[in-house]
């Protein structure tokens, strides 16, 4: 038994368990617990802080693994999660309109959570044995693997989420040397993709195009629920000022005028409760997180850990600025939850699991699967 034990978990170094990145991880899922508690009172900050305490034992339990045994997981685990994808519209629980969630009783699981993470470990394991990089036909396969989470996310609908996978792609990508001049091709075809999609009828669904319109014209319909929720955002985050008006006592939260206030908006509650000062601290904790997990990128020497690495790092990042420039009207709205902060037990704990990852890579070094020459 002990000797499976040390098979799976490898060689490591505790001491280089990367305790400050947890640290700040676990400050603002605090931070997030009392602001969810100011935006919905009631049972919902205790819940977060329950989904936290799980989110820190599969944290220990990722970190502790030997991230190079996932190399040969990553087709099971690629095949069990776009199973949770596929059964969604069958077994799922519809919620406004959407089948995101299985409903597991006192909990919802929402598979495409844990699928950024093993879409990473997917793409990793892909570029790290791949014979060739250097032509634009050798991205196909690694596309071919993008899009079925993809497609498979957007239909639910969750526009936001199945976005976050096109930077991962392009990170990985990016850290496994693919030229550059072919991720430019890559953007160019999507750029192309995207316009046909919008003169496709049917293509995309009425409530996106109006936040693509909102966002680009805002007085063309300032009374309909973009438009709306947007400035009411906005409004919230230049009410707090410099100091903010107290825990509990922004105006517009209070009023219920922030839309989604304690999951994909509640940036805009901390921002008007907390004020500019207060709410710089919480951008500069996640600044520290992006340069501590910036440093385990570049300080790994085995490239499959690299390129895990900077997959969880794109997606944290990635997630994490586009919520906050949602709120500040500076990208339209697609319903993202802000890392760690925001309400959800399924993105709190598949976050800290792909901090586990990241804290994996970081304990390990060398010994790992080489990419060719």
């Not at 044995?129 to 993008?146: N, Q």
């Not at 006592?249 to 004020?275: C, K, S, Y």
């Not at 910036?294 to 790092?313: E, H, K, N, Q, W």
């Amino acid at each position: 038994m002990s000797h499976a034990m040390h098979s799976l978990s490898g060689r490591f170094e505790l001491r280089r368990l990367p305790w400050t990145l947890l640290a700040a991880a676990v400050m603002l899922a605090f931070i997030g617990a009392l602001f969810i508690a100011s935006a919905e009172p009631g049972f919902y900050a205790t819940r977060q802080l329950t989904f936290l305490v799980v989110g820190l034992a599969v944290f220990f339990t990722v970190a502790l693994f030997d991230y190079r045994h996932l190399a040969g997981l990553s087709p099971l685990l690629y095949g069990i999660g776009l199973a949770g994808l596929a059964l969604l519209p069958v077994l799922g629980l519809s919620v406004n309109n959407a089948r995101r969630w299985y409903d597991l009783g006192p909990v919802r699981f929402q598979p495409s959570e844990p699928m950024k993470y093993v879409f990473v470990i997917v793409i990793a394991t892909y570029f790290t044995c791949a014979a060739r990089r250097d032509r634009l036909r050798d991205l196909a396969a690694p596309l071919l693997l993008t899009m079925p989470p993809v497609l498979l996310i957007i239909g639910q609908p969750d526009l936001g989420t199945g976005m976050l996978f096109v930077p991962t792609f392009f990170g990985i990508a990016f850290l496994a040397c693919v030229p550059v001049r072919n991720l430019i091709a890559l953007v160019a075809a999507g750029i192309l993709l995207a316009c046909a999609a919008w003169v496709t009828p049917g293509a995309l669904k009425d409530y996106q195009r109006n936040r693509v319109i909102s966002f680009i014209n805002p007085d063309i319909s300032p009374n309909s629920g973009p438009s709306y929720n947007a400035r009411q955002a906005t409004l919230a985050v230049t009410g707090g000022g410099p100091g903010g008006q107290g825990w509990g006592q922004g105006q517009l939260n209070r009023m219920r005028r922030v839309p989604e206030r304690h999951t994909d908006f509640i940036f805009p509650v901390i921002a008007e409760e907390w004020g500019f000062v207060r709410t710089s601290a919480v951008i500069l904790l996640y600044l520290m997180m992006f340069v501590l997990m910036a440093r385990i990128v570049a300080s790994t020497d085995d490239p499959f850990g690299r390129l895990l690495a900077g997959g969880v790092l794109t997606i944290f990042a990635f997630q994490s600025m586009l919520h906050v420039a949602i709120a500040l009207r500076l990208a339209p709205i697609t319903g993202l939850t802000l890392p760690l902060i925001s309400y959800g037990g399924s993105s709190l704990v598949s976050t800290l699991g792909g901090l586990g990852l990241m804290a994996s890579v970081a304990m390990r070094s060398g010994g790992g699967i080489r990419l060719e020459a």
